[in-house]
């Protein structure tokens, strides 16, 4: 972990105690992440990002492959969430968004996960204000040192070999993605439908 780096906003785990859940304004919690959400959503924007559902966001590097990072709620109402990241390459026939490479936003910035705490509007904006942080210091380097056909390469033989040693394998779409990446192939047509099936915003080209 960068040393600089401080984990901040974050509870231990993602479930509260009932008297905890109990002491919790719903409304001003949800309020709350939608206020700092917004913060969020400038930040990617600003970083080439579009988004994509509700809590989502995708970007598109120089050699198609999707770059994605949501927020995931905690399910039962705690008022936690943690936050996922991906790659996926366009360039491989895809029936559903596959989340072929990636984590949770935790485990690239210490080893394990991390639940942020949004209960009222001071946590959020110290929770939102982390992840913002992390994002920068962490993720966006993630992605920029994937963006090369290289890189990706290594990245996948380094997954299959881990696979292997526990009697697994690469998923049908890695498996694919490995070997796409040996080709030189004209891959526009599988782009843009994947571009249709995945129901991708208007300029993620």
Known sequence: MDHSFKIQGNVSGAIRSDDEM?????????????????ILDSFL??????????NS???????????????????????TLTANFALM??????????????????????????????????IAALSFS???????VFLLPWFNERASVNKLK??????????????????NIQQLWVDSLDKSMDHSEIILKNIEVLKLPVGIR
């Open 22 to 38: 109990r002491s919790i304004d719903g409304n001003l919690a949800e309020k709350s992440f939608k206020t700092q959400k917004k």
């Open 45 to 54: 924007k600003g970083k080439g990002f579009l988004k994509y559902k509700t």
């Open 57 to 79: 966001y995708i970007r598109l590097n120089e050699i198609n492959v999707l770059e994605y990072f949501d927020l995931q709620k905690e399910r039962y109402g705690s008022k």
């Open 89 to 122: 390459p366009l360039y491989v026939p895809h029936d559903f968004l596959s989340f072929d490479l990636g984590d949770r936003l935790g485990i690239l910035i210490c080893g394990k996960d991390i639940w942020w705490d949004y209960s009222n509007e001071t």
């Open 130 to 136: 982390n992840i913002i942080q992390a994002i920068e």
């Open 154 to 171: 290594q990245e996948l033989i380094s997954e299959e070999v881990k696979r292997k040693k526990f009697g697994g394998r690469l998923s």
